[in-house]
């Protein structure tokens, strides 16, 4: 069974810190996918990393996919209390091609 | 923008009482998939549809738990009895030609919330 494990699980922090979230798993996906969800809402799709060693950026947020296609790291420089949300990522298995998501790590961000 | 829409966005009922939950996929979305969020669990995938074709629904406890696309507009996910640990909240999201594979994104719905008493 292929697991995603995300940490840290809760993240309280300043406006203004930088924070990193990681993702990891000891299975290959063939890509990733990293969402934000708010209260009462649905995950919305923030990237999708797809070739190992990718390192995206959004605006504040920089996303990278390991080496080997096992791991990634969400980097959110400066945070801001809008950055506040449950951070999940979701990696795709080549065998099946479905979504197996990790159990988020809620982001709270104080002004 | 085009969005999935769940409906009820809320349900509470009693143990033992059929519900049904509704999606309507965007248009034009040929895959559709079936979600449920705990605290404990996370998200986990139940069922999903590709051309209105169910693909694989090994995520679903299939004595209580139902799910079909009657048509392209729209996805049902039934559960029959409902039993107090089936609350949770059921989200349907939707993708393009091979949508949530590879590169595709998946959109979500904004869930819907069900309480069993």
């Known amino acids: 069974t292929q697991l995603l494990e995300q940490s840290p699980q809760f993240l309280s922090i300043q406006e203004g810190e930088n924070l990193t979230v990681y993702c990891n798993s000891s299975?290959?996906?063939?890509?990733l996918q990293w969402y934000r969800q708010e209260p009462g809402e649905g995950p919305v799709l923030l990237v999708t990393?797809?070739?190992?060693?990718e390192v995206k950026k959004l605006k504040r947020l920089t996303f990278q996919f390991g080496d080997a296609r096992k791991d990634s790291s969400l980097h959110i420089t400066a945070a801001q209390t809008g950055d506040t949300g449950l951070y999940l990522c979701?990696?795709?298995?080549?065998?099946?091609?479905?979504?197996?998501f990790g159990q988020g790590t809620t982001l709270q961000v104080k002004p | 923008d085009a969005r999935v829409t769940q409906t009820p966005r809320h349900k509470v009922t009693e143990m033992g009482q059929e519900v049904t939950m509704r999606c309507q996929p965007i248009?034009?979305?040929?895959?559709v998939f079936w979600y449920r969020q705990t605290m404990m669990q996370g998200l986990e995938l139940l069922a999903y549809?590709?051309?209105?074709?169910?693909?694989?629904d090994s995520g679903m406890p299939k004595d209580r738990f139902s799910a079909e696309m009657p048509d392209a507009t729209l996805a049902t996910l039934k559960i029959q009895p409902s039993e107090p640990r089936d609350s949770a909240v059921y989200f349907c999201?939707?993708?393009?030609?091979?949508?949530?594979?590879?590169?595709?994104?998946?959109?979500f719905g904004d869930g819907t919330r069900l309480s069993i008493l």
């Open positions: 299975s290959v996906f063939s890509s």
């Open positions: 999201a939707s993708g393009p030609q091979g949508g949530g594979t590879l590169n595709q994104p998946q959109h």
């Open positions: 979701a990696g795709v298995s080549g065998n099946t091609g479905k979504l197996i």
């Open positions: 549809f590709r051309n209105r074709a169910p693909l694989d």
């Open positions: 248009l034009g979305h040929n895959t």
């Open positions: 990393v797809v070739t190992g060693g």
